[in-house]
Structures are given as C-alpha cells and as structure tokens.
C-alpha cells in the first residue's frame, strides 16, 4: 500500500526510499516485529482463558512434556497477523507473486486453523482428517502455482549447474504445488518443541531473501548463473516479514513456551517457503535449506512404512526429534542442535548460488 502510495507521489523526497526493495524488507522486518511483541501478551491471555486446556499433550510422548499442559496453541495467528499487515504496507501490490504467496500463507494458515480447532475442542490429537487436509492444501497450492507459473517457464532448475534445466512441461504445475504442500507439513512435523521449528523457519527465511533478491536482478542472476526471474525480488520483503514475524512469537515460544504455534503458524510458514522457492525458481535449493525440514518429515515416513510392514520401528519415536529426547537428550539440547544444523544447510544452500 505504501509503495503504491510513494509510486503515485514519483517517489519524491523520503518516497524515493520506498522505491528500494532492501529499505522495504527492513521495514517489513520491523513492522512485523514491532507487531508481534504488541499483540502478543494480550494474544496469549486470550488463547488462554478461551481454549482451557490448552494444546492436547501425547500421553506416549516424553515425560518432561507432561509440565507442558495448559499451554495454549494457535499462537500461529500471531504470526499472520504481523506478517499480513506487513506485506499489505510494504510490498508491491501490483505483483502477482506477492497475491500467489499471499493466498498460500493465509490458505494454509486457515487449513491449520481449523485443524488446530478440532483438536482443542474435542482435546483430541486427530483434527481434521489428513485426506481432507490435504485435499484442502493441495486445491490452495495449485491456485497459487497457476499464477506463479504464469509468470515464468516451467523448467526446474539444478543447483551447482550453470544454466542446466529439466524442462517440465504441464507436470511442473504438479511439481509446484508437491513443492508446497511438502514443505507445509514437514514444517508441521518439525513443530514439536519449544522454538524448533521458529528458528530454522528464520533463518530459511532470511535465505531466501538473499536468493530471491538476485533472482530478481538481471545483473546479479546473470553473474551468478542463477535463474533470472523478474519481480521476484520483491519475495525478499516477504521472507523479511517472516522473519520478523517469527522472531516476535520466539520471544514467547522460547523455553518454557507461553504459546505454542500450532498447525496455524507451521503450515501457513511451511506453505510460504514453498511458494517463495517456487516463485524464484530455487525449489531444490529449498529442500537443501530446509533439510532439517525434510529430515522431520522422511523419518515420519520411514516410521510408518518401516512399521506397517514388519511391525517394528526404526526410531524411538517419530518426528525424529523425539527419538534424540527418548534418547536422553534434553529439549534445550535438540532445539539448540538442530539450529546448528538449519544454519549450515543455510550455508551451503547459498554456496550454490556460486558453485556452478
């Protein structure tokens, strides 16, 4: 809005810093920020004197979550408030990767809503039945990858190769929403304990800022050998948001939790990474950054195919961030660990920016 705003006015005087990309995801990140830590006390009293009992905990799970009941969930809300009012004040409008990100984020959010409702209110672990959630996921992301995809190839991409592409064809609009869908719900199956999934989703965040501002630049795509992908550095003011927004819910999700996040934050972050690697064209660059994400989700996978088939499990307990507390492990020591591992997946997620 306040770009649309400063473009009617030619950017004159203090307008003209509004016409920059990077001015405006600092501002997005400070918006959000700022957001968050307001509504958050008052947010979290709310959640709490309405849902009671709070998040159902696994009477099967770790003893040390026991101490956890009454903690309030959907604290995911938080988050797309702050980012919501971020984007709408800071980003380009006119853009349609902005509405395709948009509708994934509060699409995927309001599948997680009412999943997080049907489980507070029946206290119960189902919610909504997974077929019809995914349905549900999966009608979102193909509305957002039809509009992405109409605005650049269908061609995927192989990082550590300059100029190397799959051609996709029709397939690719499948392939993208797989793309948001997967990382909705590994996002979700991180999201087990106090901070883990917050942090890794910041710092996947802060990536893809990078990544999808020289995406956006002909010059600095053109150096790097990366796909050049026009206007899709604007996508750098949403990762900012994000990034605001979830270092806002840190502040109370940090041990011990005064909120949880739920399917609410979880899966409309999750579908948000998505929607950005998919818009930049970095889709399997996504999965090297996010591959803690991934690990949660394939030993989720492993599981319950290992399972039901020989009756017997791989892990202690799955996601796989249980298994490392079954082993005695403290929670404080896996959050902290595993952000150690999101941020050298980081790392190397941006190495191959260069090493093509």
């Not at 853009?95 to 990100?101: D, Y």
């Not at 818009?279 to 039901?308: D, M, N, P, W």
Request: aromatic share 10%; hydrophobic share 55%.
């Amino acid at each position: 809005m306040l770009y649309l705003l400063a473009h009617w006015f030619h950017f004159e005087g203090l307008a003209n810093l509004i016409r920059y990309q990077s001015f405006r995801a600092g501002a997005a990140l400070m918006t959000a920020l700022v957001i968050g830590l307001i509504i958050g006390p008052r947010f979290i009293n709310m959640l709490r004197v309405r849902q009671g009992k709070g998040q159902p905990i696994r009477e099967d799970g770790p003893e040390s979550h026991q101490a956890k009941r009454g903690t309030p969930t959907m604290g995911g809300l938080m988050i797309l408030i702050s980012l919501v009012i971020s984007m709408v004040l800071w980003m380009d409008l006119t853009n349609p990767f902005v509405w395709a990100c948009l509708a994934v984020t509060i699409g995927f959010g309001v599948i997680g809503f009412m999943d997080d409702y049907d489980k507070v209110t029946k206290y119960s672990h189902k919610g909504v039945p997974g077929r019809v959630r995914l349905l549900m996921e999966f009608v979102v992301a193909g509305i957002a990858a039809w509009i992405i995809v109409s605005q650049i190839n269908n061609n995927l991409y192989v990082p550590f190769l300059s100029g190397r592409s799959i051609p996709l064809g029709p397939f690719y609009y499948v392939f993208a929403a797989l793309v948001m869908v997967g990382a909705g719900n590994a996002v979700n199956l991180t999201d087990g304990l106090d901070g883990l999934a917050t942090m890794p989703v910041i710092i996947a965040a802060g990536t893809f800022a990078i990544i999808a501002y020289l995406a956006g630049r002909a010059d600095y795509a053109h150096y790097l050998g990366i796909p050049h992908v026009p206007r899709a550095g604007e996508l750098a003011i949403l990762c900012a948001g994000i990034m605001g927004a979830g270092l806002a819910f840190l502040w109370f999700n940090a041990p011990p939790a005064a909120v949880f996040m739920g399917d609410t934050g979880s899966l409309a972050l999750g579908g948000a990474l998505g929607a950005i690697a998919v818009a930049a064209h970095h889709e399997i660059v996504l999965a090297i950054v996010g591959g803690l994400f991934v690990l949660e989700a394939v030993s989720v996978i492993i599981q319950v195919a290992v399972y039901k088939r020989t009756g017997r499990r791989v892990f202690l307990m799955a996601p796989i961030h249980h298994h490392f507390e079954k082993l005695g492990w403290k929670e404080s020591t896996v959050v902290i660990r595993f952000w150690i591992v999101s941020i050298v997946l980081a790392i190397i997620g941006l190495s191959t920016l260069k090493l093509r």
